[in-house]
């Protein structure tokens, strides 16, 4: 293996190569995971979308499958997510990821617990925040990265990054599939890359076959930014649900907003009333309108319809811009083997001298 492949990144992770396999939910299970850590990047659960007990079978079935490393993703805000954080430290979880409103009191929990700490930003000014808060990996992701993502491209975030000098390895994210990719950010100075739409995009991903066939027929220019699913940027395939969501009018997403929640009462378990008052107190303490709290809501079951279900016209298809330049879906075992031969390849271009 080339020697620039071993990174600040592999020491602090403990995986073979400087990739990281993102946390997407419903997409990045134990499956996936498994599979990533086993080819030889670190891999994240998608805890962020499960409850505790949901997430303790997943990281058991993980240590059973696996003596690989590997972490946990969170949001701070979720329900349960104090057990889940003792339960990754009872655990020995390598590393926690999380990213919008980190919680202090989680992350120095997590920190003293001996577990590395790896928020995802996507502003230049949140990354000495982030260190400052006690994050021990940085991961900037660019506006070509998938679902909740900032408005900066990623070379451009990544320099603004790596110029703070912060003193942690710092992971380059949106925009990648391939060893070209991995090895044109070491040569820039990042320790690593994150993927998401790659290993979606594989054999070992639980996403439906017909929801997979949407993503192989994406192209660039048709995977655009949206604030019309939960009121903040979100980069999607556009499909007919996008469409659909991007020609209404306020009215019209209350409309939509009001019958999907009739349609989905049954799994968030309130009335129409309790979720309209909901939506409205959401809406006064936020600059959303009461039709953009209710897709908020609803937005998890919209995303499962394509993710989960495999009908991906009723549903939302969460998307890298890569995916565009995404034709086939191999093993995560023959992604990695072909991401390091590629990269060790182009690396070896940078260091012949002539005789």
């Given at each position: 293996m080339h020697p620039v492949l071993s990174t600040s990144l592999?020491?602090?992770?403990?995986?073979?190569?400087?990739?990281?396999?993102?946390?997407?939910g419903w997409v990045a299970t134990s499956q996936l995971v498994i599979a990533s850590v086993e080819a030889g990047v670190f891999g994240f659960l998608?805890?962020?979308?499960?409850?505790?007990?949901?997430?303790?079978?997943?990281?058991?079935?993980?240590?059973?499958?696996?003596s690989k490393p590997f972490g946990v993703n969170i949001h701070g805000f979720q329900p349960g997510v104090e057990r889940i954080v003792d339960m990754c430290i009872d655990h020995e979880i390598t590393a926690l990821s999380y990213g919008r409103g980190p919680n202090p009191k989680i992350v120095s929990k997590v920190k003293n617990a001996g577990l590395k700490c790896v928020p995802t930003i996507g502003a230049g000014k949140h990354a000495s925040r982030a260190v400052n808060m006690g994050a021990d990996i940085v991961v900037c992701q660019g506006q070509e990265g998938g679902g909740h993502t900032g408005a900066t491209?990623?070379?451009?975030?990544?320099?603004?990054?790596?110029?703070?000098?912060?003193?942690?390895?710092i992971v380059a994210c949106g925009g990648f599939k391939d060893g070209r990719g991995l090895a044109a950010a070491l040569a820039f100075g990042a320790d690593g890359v994150a993927m998401g739409t790659r290993f979606m995009m594989s054999a070992d991903s639980p996403t439906p076959d017909a929801t997979k066939a949407e993503y192989i027929?994406?192209?660039?220019?048709?995977?655009?930014?949206?604030?019309?699913?939960d009121g903040l940027r979100q980069r999607m395939i556009l499909n007919h649900t996008l469409d659909e969501l991007e020609k209404s009018s306020r009215f019209g997403m209350l409309v939509r907003a009001l019958k999907n929640s009739w349609k989905f009462k049954s799994q968030t378990g309130m009335s129409i009333i309790q979720t309209l008052k909901t939506a409205w107190d959401m809406a006064s303490k936020t600059d959303l309108t009461i039709g953009q709290t209710l897709m908020a809501a609803n937005a998890?079951?919209?995303?499962?319809?394509?993710?989960?279900?495999?009908?991906?016209?009723?549903?939302?298809l969460p998307s890298g811009q890569i995916a565009g330049l995404i034709y086939d879906l191999p093993d995560c075992a023959e992604i990695v083997s072909k991401i390091i031969a590629e990269t060790e390849t182009n690396l070896m271009r940078f260091s012949r001298t002539e005789v």
């Amino acid at each position: 293996m080339h020697p620039v492949l071993s990174t600040s990144l592999t020491q602090a992770l403990g995986c073979d190569y400087p990739v990281i396999q993102t946390a997407m939910g419903w997409v990045a299970t134990s499956q996936l995971v498994i599979a990533s850590v086993e080819a030889g990047v670190f891999g994240f659960l998608a805890a962020a979308v499960m409850d505790p007990a949901e997430c303790e079978a997943e990281i058991q079935k993980i240590k059973s499958a696996t003596s690989k490393p590997f972490g946990v993703n969170i949001h701070g805000f979720q329900p349960g997510v104090e057990r889940i954080v003792d339960m990754c430290i009872d655990h020995e979880i390598t590393a926690l990821s999380y990213g919008r409103g980190p919680n202090p009191k989680i992350v120095s929990k997590v920190k003293n617990a001996g577990l590395k700490c790896v928020p995802t930003i996507g502003a230049g000014k949140h990354a000495s925040r982030a260190v400052n808060m006690g994050a021990d990996i940085v991961v900037c992701q660019g506006q070509e990265g998938g679902g909740h993502t900032g408005a900066t491209p990623t070379w451009l975030l990544l320099t603004d990054v790596l110029d703070q000098n912060l003193g942690v390895p710092i992971v380059a994210c949106g925009g990648f599939k391939d060893g070209r990719g991995l090895a044109a950010a070491l040569a820039f100075g990042a320790d690593g890359v994150a993927m998401g739409t790659r290993f979606m995009m594989s054999a070992d991903s639980p996403t439906p076959d017909a929801t997979k066939a949407e993503y192989i027929k994406s192209d660039v220019s048709n995977i655009p930014v949206s604030t019309k699913l939960d009121g903040l940027r979100q980069r999607m395939i556009l499909n007919h649900t996008l469409d659909e969501l991007e020609k209404s009018s306020r009215f019209g997403m209350l409309v939509r907003a009001l019958k999907n929640s009739w349609k989905f009462k049954s799994q968030t378990g309130m009335s129409i009333i309790q979720t309209l008052k909901t939506a409205w107190d959401m809406a006064s303490k936020t600059d959303l309108t009461i039709g953009q709290t209710l897709m908020a809501a609803n937005a998890p079951m919209i995303i499962q319809r394509a993710m989960v279900e495999g009908k991906p016209e009723e549903g939302v298809l969460p998307s890298g811009q890569i995916a565009g330049l995404i034709y086939d879906l191999p093993d995560c075992a023959e992604i990695v083997s072909k991401i390091i031969a590629e990269t060790e390849t182009n690396l070896m271009r940078f260091s012949r001298t002539e005789v």
